[in-house]
């Protein structure tokens, strides 16, 4: 081995171990560009989480929502509300709420088109029931505790969305 290297020029030697750091160095380069894309990817990912259900039975209202707590904009390819295992529009969920509410309730519900956007904590409201009286007796109170019990676990959402690079993810929001 020694008379290998005793019999190459130091040009070549020189030129030969700069190959190699060439070479590494290359190496390195990649693997940071890869780690590198995905933190990128990863700092502009969203997160859409449904938020606690706000119910105050004093007031009367119940509050069903939605907010992004990812770093990135969500984009909404698809968004579906199910009532009873079925597919329904929001109008039809208002129809059927009504049916077992008074007039003394105003019911609201938000619906996601595809394309719209949620941005980064950005809160979007699904549902909001309340009682448009300014004061509540007990009987409305009970009343509106019955409308709870008879909507629990037949309200959901579904919602699929990508990011800005088209990482396609999805949520349910359940109302139990």
């Known amino acids: ?24 160095a290359l190496l390195a380069t990649i693997n940071q560009a890869f780690y590198s894309h995905k933190h990128n990817k990863l700092s502009v990912r969203p997160y ?26 969500a984009i909404i390819k698809d968004f579906e509300i199910h009532f009873n295992n079925t597919i329904i529009t929001s109008a039809e969920l208002n ?17 996601l088109s595809k394309g ?5 904590d950005e809160k979007f409201v699904l549902l909001e029931i309340k009682n448009n ?19 629990r676990g037949k309200i959901h959402y579904t919602i699929k969305y990508v990011d800005i690079y088209g990482e396609q993810q999805s949520m349910t929001c359940k109302f139990e």
């Open 1 to 24: 081995m020694e008379y290998l290297f005793s019999m190459l020029k130091p040009e070549i030697i020189i030129g030969i171990t700069g190959i190699f750091i060439a070479c590494f």
């Open 48 to 73: 859409i989480c449904q938020n606690s259900h706000f119910i105050d039975s004093y007031g009367g209202k119940l509050t069903i929502s939605i907010a992004n707590k990812g770093l990135g904009t």
């Open 95 to 111: 129809s059927r709420i009504g049916k077992i509410t008074t007039n003394d309730f105003d019911i609201t519900s938000g619906t």
């Open 116 to 120: 719209n956007a949620l941005s980064k």
């Open 133 to 151: 009286q300014e004061l509540i007796s007990t009987t409305q109170d009970t009343f509106f505790i019955g409308i709870i019990e008879k909507l």
